[in-house]
């Protein structure tokens, strides 16, 4: 079973100090993990100025034409925003304010035992090195 990691990573548009973080969702699907960027996208849209400085142009035109298929409209609405990356989140100082990545991973069952014999080790080496309980 595959697992689907969208990374959204918003760096700020400043000249002295820009920096970034990021923001991780994980879904089972590809259809999911688009509907995880475009949520990322949008956010961003409406927390910035991005159209203020870029004109949208085909945006609303894709949310006429498959308003009633939400499928087809995350998909277009994907297409749309990953033609032109750098358009809408052009920043003034920053090239790319917004990045948006989809990777997708083999869902593997996580092996405790080599993290309990890492515990143990600890207690051990606290209970006999340190003298403590």
Known sequence: MSVFIVTATHT???YKRPYSHSETRMVTSREDAIVRAVEFYLDRLDEGY???YHSPAGFNQIIEQHRNNSKALFSALYDYFERDPEGLFTGEYVPETLSVTIGESDHVAVDE???LSQIDEIARYIKE???KD
Do not use: W
């Open 129 to 131: 090195e340190l003298g």
């Open 50 to 52: 991005a159209f203020e």
């Open 12 to 14: 700020n548009d400043d």
């Open 113 to 115: 035992k080599p993290i």
